[in-house]
């Protein structure tokens, strides 16, 4: 069984920053990628970054140049720096992994709650 535990979100002024952390723990072989995705009231769910095993990343249009993806890959875990955050940053987080354990799989955290005031 794995998990991916979140944490970092909270309450932040436009223009403030927070840091997103995600730790998966359980059976792990080895994790393939992470990545982040948020969902606005309303709104479907899409992708906000993602890290690969390369540290190869890939990121949404509406946050290049404001948020960077890492993984610790001896700690299992993957970050979002999110900086000059603007209201419409304002969103359910969700971590995201595909990682093998007797299979590959794609696992979910359980969000953490990012809201950012005017």
């Known amino acids: 069984q794995v998990q991916l535990v979140e944490s970092g979100g909270g309450l932040v002024q436009a223009g403030g920053s927070l840091r997103l952390s995600c730790a998966a723990s359980?059976?792990?072989?080895?994790?393939?990628?992470m990545g982040w995705y948020r969902q606005a009231p309303g709104k479907q769910r899409e992708l906000v970054a993602v890290?690969?095993?390369?540290?190869?990343?890939n990121y949404a249009d509406s946050v290049k140049g404001r948020f960077t993806i890492s993984r610790d890959n001896a700690k299992n875990t993957v970050y979002l720096e999110m900086n000059s955050l603007k209201p419409e940053d304002t969103a359910v987080y969700y971590c995201?992994?595909?990682?093998?354990?007797?299979?590959?799989?794609?696992?979910w955290g359980q969000g953490t709650q990012v809201t950012v005031s005017s």
């Open positions: 890290i690969n095993s390369g540290d190869g990343t």
């Open positions: 995201n992994a595909v990682i093998t354990t007797s299979y590959k799989g794609r696992y």
């Open positions: 359980g059976s792990i072989f080895s994790i393939n990628s």
